[in-house]
T-cell receptor
Framework: DVKVTQSSRYLVKRTGEKVFLECVQD?????MFWYRQDPGLGLRLIYF???????EKGDIPEGYSVSREKKERFSLILESASTNQTSMYLC????????????FGSGTRLTVV | AQSVTQPDIHITVSEGASLELRCNYS??????LFWYVQSPGQGLQLLLK??????LVQGIKGFEAEFKRSQSSFNLRKPSVHWSDAAEYFC?????????????FGTGTRLTVIP
């Protein structure tokens, strides 16, 4: 069964900490995405990647960075966590253009205190 | 720019009743359209998708959706709702012409099913 795995389901971090959210897919997908989900706002795209070492900003990249050193792994980094980054973070992957078929991970609920 | 509107934030239906969740999109060309479902504490699961062809699309779990270009709509329907359908539903639009395959999501509709 193909899957997207997010390393943590729940995470609590302190303000100012550097936070790493990890996402691994086993489908050999080129495309990977990080979204955050907040009540009433739906899903908002933070960053995405079409290839190894490639990254593009989404709609809300401020305060975040990403790393894609290997095809299967896409990491989201909060350089200095703040309370307004408390949210549900969803990772997704998909095959190339015109295939779509996003597969989502189960999400990481991050609380910054 | 692409956008998706789900006008209903929360809908409550009785088990066994029919369901229609509304979705309107804004996009200049023919869009790629999707419905996803999210159960509490889970990621999103694809229910169905429309790329081209027959405007009535069948999905998993007994759901269907109809693409109406004249109304810029892609409403999700189910003839008889089960208690297990209680979840949040997201409509999304994709735009291949931009050279990207990003999806733009609506804000979601939360479905409550009462016995």
């Amino acid at each position: 069964d193909v899957k997207v795995t997010q390393s943590s389901r729940y995470l609590v971090k302190r303000t100012g900490e550097k936070v790493f959210l990890e996402c691994v897919q086993d489908m050999d997908h080129e495309n990977m995405f990080w979204y955050r989900q907040d009540p009433g706002l739906g899903l908002r795209l933070i960053y995405f990647s079409y290839d190894v070492k490639m990254k593009e900003k989404g709609d809300i990249p401020e305060g975040y960075s990403v790393s894609r050193e290997k095809k299967e792994r896409f990491s989201l980094i909060l350089e200095s966590a703040s309370t307004n980054q408390t949210s549900m973070y969803l990772c997704a992957s998909s095959p190339p253009l015109e295939s779509y078929g996003y597969t989502f991970g189960s999400g990481t609920r991050l609380t910054v205190v | 720019a692409q956008s998706v509107t789900q006008p209903d934030i929360h809908i409550t239906v009785s088990e066994g009743a029919s369901l229609e969740l509304r979705c309107n999109y804004s996009y200049g060309a023919t869009p790629y359209l999707f419905w996803y479902v999210q159960s509490p504490g889970q990621g999103l699961q694809l229910l169905l998708k429309y790329f081209s062809g027959d405007t009535l699309v069948q999905g998993i779990k007994g759901f269907e959706a109809e693409f109406k270009r004249s109304q810029s709509s892609f409403n999700l329907r189910k003839p008889s709702v089960h208690w297990s359908d209680a979840a949040e539903y997201f409509c999304a639009v994709g735009a291949a012409e931009t050279g990207a395959n990003n999806l733009f999501f609506g804000t979601g509709t939360r479905l409550t099913v009462i016995p």
